[in-house]
């Protein structure tokens, strides 16, 4: 499972130019799903990005969670996190988990997610999404549950 993870101030998903999810501050998360993905990789991902110390503590250090800001989550399902260009310049997507893998851990995913983290918005899964977001530091953090970057 890979995932980018944004800190935010605002952030929201249009499909067809209606708001399918939207947040205030907090974290948008990318979330890739590979092929051969299990329940461990979930959790992991799921309990690695609500506790992520990067929100300013009363001294100005990113020393708090999301979690403990009361901030919230949008989660957006993004395959191309997957995108190999080792070879060539057009992506191969064989790492990326088919539709039918990926959307029920992506829900898994979201479902956790809610436990840990008061909010949780989502965008549409399959869909053509237009992400804003207005990302604070700017942070941005990469996440693969099989390998450190």
């Given at each position: 499972m890979r995932a980018v993870v944004q800190r935010v101030a605002?952030?929201?998903v249009r499909?067809?130019?209606q708001t399918v999810g939207e947040i205030g501050e907090?974290?948008?998360v990318l979330l890739a799903i590979a092929r051969d993905d299990t329940e461990a990789d979930l959790h992991y991902m799921v309990e690695k990005i609500a506790g992520l110390r990067i929100f300013d503590d009363a001294e100005g250090r990113?020393?708090?969670s999301v979690k403990e800001t009361g901030g919230a989550l949008l989660v957006v399902s993004q395959f191309t996190l997957y995108g190999d260009v080792r070879r060539g310049k057009r992506p191969s997507w064989s790492e990326a988990a088919p539709p039918e893998v990926a959307e029920p851990l992506y829900e898994r995913f979201?479902?956790?997610a809610r436990k840990l983290v008061g909010r949780v918005e989502t965008g549409s899964f399959r869909q053509m999404m237009e992400v804003e977001l207005v990302n604070v530091g700017p942070v941005t953090i990469l996440l693969d549950s099989r390998r450190l970057f």
């Open positions: 605002r952030a929201r499909v067809q130019g907090g974290l948008l990113m020393n708090l979201v479902g956790e």
